[in-house]
């Protein structure tokens, strides 16, 4: 591929940035993931809206939809810049990363006019609801059930590690709908409302001492057949659709970099009467990791451009995927052996260095690797659809 952007990107990448400085607070702890706090909800609120009243939040869309009409070059511009400034998620990846590609690919049209434009115009932020307290990287043994009644699906089960799900609108669920096919085929995949009767969200605190992840109950929900997606049993389609958009996104490899910056930043500044930057050894490391940086950089840009070209991406986001998270790890083992005890600092601190920001991604970064699809599988799969290689 052409790794140049066209003048017009590049002269939008621009206003973006500007935007970008003018709306995000200095020193704003907004995080280099997906994630947003309760208290930053309602500024991330506003953002969303305000990026959507320019049709930016969704380049790619047809413009009914509230798009720009561009193509996914554009949408992973808007997602490096947004999190190399460290914009507010707003629940930016699951929706707009996620949902609203695969109801572009799955939706109909009656769903693709009522779901879309709220998704573009920042009002409307989805979670996903995949995995399961005994179904973890083999989702095809999910238990939680949708049963047809009427015109409604009424949903029984549960949902663990659900990102989001505490600021959520909407969720994007898988469900069975068939109990004697094979497990890849009696799933199907819905829109639900996270504020029907019988949703209970309950916080799965992790090791950063952060509300990111989530439990949720669903007890006698009642879901309309017209939020059905991708229709009835072919929901582990959908998942896979979902989960290709999910492990193509640029935007944690786009944070690790600001880190990066950052930690050069911070090295090139006196702290207890040295300077970091004068070691050579501090040097190469943050050398070697700026170009790590840039290496899981282009690859991302590969995979946009394959969806530019109206291919799905697979084993290419599969290697994003692994290179993501293996850099996000390195990037937050150098940012706290090269700040020593300031690196250890928690936010908060009045001693905490670049808002303690390395201490939570050296926290946060070992799930990496698990997140979104174990390394493991995503190996596998390179292996086997990129390399052509026989199933072990």
């Not at 720009?68 to 990363?97: C, D, K, W």
């Amino acid at each position: 591929m052409d790794f140049h952007l066209s003048p017009e990107t590049e002269q939008w990448r621009e206003q973006l940035v500007e935007f970008l400085r003018a709306e995000i607070p200095e020193g704003f702890e907004g995080d280099d993931d997906f994630f947003d706090n309760e208290e930053q909800a309602p500024f991330a609120r506003q953002f969303m809206r305000k990026l959507g009243e320019r049709t930016w939040l969704a380049p790619p869309w047809p413009k009914q939809y509230g798009g720009m009409g561009a193509s996914a070059l554009e949408q992973m511009v808007l997602n490096e810049e947004l999190a190399y400034h460290r914009a507010p998620s707003g629940g930016r990846l699951f929706t707009i990363g996620i949902t609203g590609p695969t109801v572009l690919v799955h939706g109909t049209d009656e769903q693709k006019a009522r779901l879309l434009p709220e998704m573009a115009s920042g009002e409307a932020w989805y979670c996903q609801g995949f995995s399961e307290p005994e179904t973890g990287s083999d989702l095809a043994s999910l238990a939680t059930r949708a049963v047809r009644d009427g015109d409604d699906y009424v949903i029984q089960g549960q949902k663990i590690w659900t990102s989001n799900a505490h600021l959520a609108d909407k969720m994007i669920v898988l469900a069975r709908t068939d109990q004697e096919v094979q497990k890849h085929r009696g799933i199907s995949a819905f829109i639900l409302d996270m504020h029907a009767p019988g949703v209970t969200v309950q916080p799965v605190p992790n090791i950063a001492y952060r509300n990111d992840f989530n439990q949720v109950f669903f007890e006698d929900v009642r879901v309309p057949a017209s939020d059905l997606l991708g229709g009835e049993n072919n929901g582990w389609r959908v998942a896979m659709t979902v989960l290709d958009f999910e492990r193509s996104n640029i935007a944690a490899i786009s944070g690790a970099r600001r880190t990066v910056a950052d930690l050069v930043g911070w090295a090139k500044e006196e702290h207890g009467g040295v300077r970091p930057w004068d070691d050579l050894h501090v040097r190469n490391k943050l050398a070697g990791l700026y170009a790590e940086g840039e290496i899981g950089r282009l690859i991302a840009y590969r995979t946009a451009w394959l969806q530019s070209r109206g291919e799905v991406p697979n084993y290419e986001a599969s290697i994003g995927k692994v290179w993501m998270a293996m850099y996000g790890i390195k990037v937050a083992n150098a940012g706290v052996n090269l700040m020593g005890g300031y690196g250890q600092l928690a936010p908060g601190s009045k001693w905490a260095q670049l808002y303690g920001r390395v201490e939570t991604s050296y926290l946060l970064a070992v799930s990496g690797p698990i997140a979104g699809g174990a390394g493991e599988i995503q190996r596998d799969i390179i292996a086997t659809r990129g390399l052509g290689l026989p199933r072990g």
